[in-house]
Each structure stands twice: as C-alpha cells, then as structure tokens.
C-alpha cells in the first residue's frame, strides 16, 4: 500500500540523518551560528522557491513569533514574503536576482541566510549566497543528496540523503524545527 511505504520511506531517511554524525555536527554548528547572531544583534534570513518557500517563511515563523514557548521574538524573516517586490524585481531584472537584491537592501555582516533547495540548484539561491559571502553572512544550505551548485557556497551544508522532493522537504521542516529548539532553549533557557 503506498500510504505504508510513502512513511517507510519518510522514516528510513530520518534514519539515515540519525545515524550520519556529520550531519549531526553541522545541525548542531547552524544552531550554535544561529544563536551566536542572535546574541550580536544580527538576524536569520530563509530562502527558498515553491513548498521550499512555505516551508522558509513557516522556519522564519517560528523564530519571530514563538516556538515551545512564550519568548522576546527573533528577527527572522523569508525573503519573499513581500510579493510586489519579488514581482517588480522578477519583471525589471530577473527572478535569479530577487533574493540577492534584497539581501543587499536588508541584510548585514553577521546575519544568517537559510536557502532551502532540495536540488541546490536554485538559480536564484545561488545568486543570493554568492552575495552574502561578499557580505559576510553566514550561509547555510539546507539541500538534497548531491548539495547541488549550492555545496560550494555554503558555511553549513545539510544535504538530506535523498533525491526525493518530499522526503527531503520532510527532512528540511524536521531540521528546522530542531534548529529552532535549540536556539530558543539557549537564548531563553526556562527554569525549572
């Protein structure tokens, strides 16, 4: 039944990541680089194109507004929330440079950039890290398999082992809310 195996499916690359202690590391590093932005004043920026754009502003979400807990928000925030922008933009330049023309109008030495790409081909993800190492923001790819066109322009790479759109996007939401707990639990660590 395809029910069963699309969850098998999602389960055995979870368990792929579990067991993978590079990958493990660089979670652990991205919410260390998360926290240590936090706590300069800098802000984490997300990216990403269809479900990987959901699932972006969903992770900026979650920074800004609360996550296990009632806390001071985070400045997070998805690059294309903004619709007018991404349009005029798209329409008098070209959609490769929607997102690097914004981190130039809005990010900062010591932000973080989140691209979320499951093939890490992303034209214009691409086009927004190369910017933000001209920048010095940190970059961080969250990716399928191969890392794509992306793995070399990325601080940080977690490149889900799969090639399948949503196990990897699965993956992706999993990694970030991960992400999220951990910033959230050293930032505003609770008592008791």
């Known amino acids: 039944m395809r029910i069963i195996e699309s969850i098998t499916e999602s389960i055995s690359v979870k368990q792929k990541i579990l067991t993978d202690n590079f990958l493990i590391s660089e979670i652990r590093k991205v919410a260390v680089a998360c926290t240590n932005a936090y706590s300069r004043g800098n802000k984490v920026l997300f990216c990403g194109n269809g479900g990987s754009a959901a699932d972006a502003q969903h992770l900026a979400a979650e920074f800004s507004g609360r996550f296990y807990y009632d806390r001071p928000p985070l400045a997070a925030e998805a690059l294309h929330v903004n619709s007018s922008y991404m349009t005029a933009v798209a329409n008098d330049y070209s959609f490769d440079e929607v997102y690097a023309r914004m981190l130039k ?88």
Do not use: W, Y
């Open 105 to 192: 109008g809005s990010g900062k030495k010591g932000d973080v950039l989140i691209g979320l790409s499951t093939s890490g081909n992303s034209k214009n993800i691409i086009r927004a890290f190369e910017v933000a190492r001209e920048m010095n923001i940190i970059t961080v790819g969250l990716t399928g398999e191969t890392g794509g066109n992306m793995a070399g322009l990325c601080d940080f790479l977690i490149n889900i082992p799969s090639t399948d759109t949503p196990r990897i996007q699965e993956s992706h939401i999993l990694i970030g809310h991960i992400i999220c707990e951990q910033v959230e639990s050293t930032l505003f660590p609770k008592e008791g």
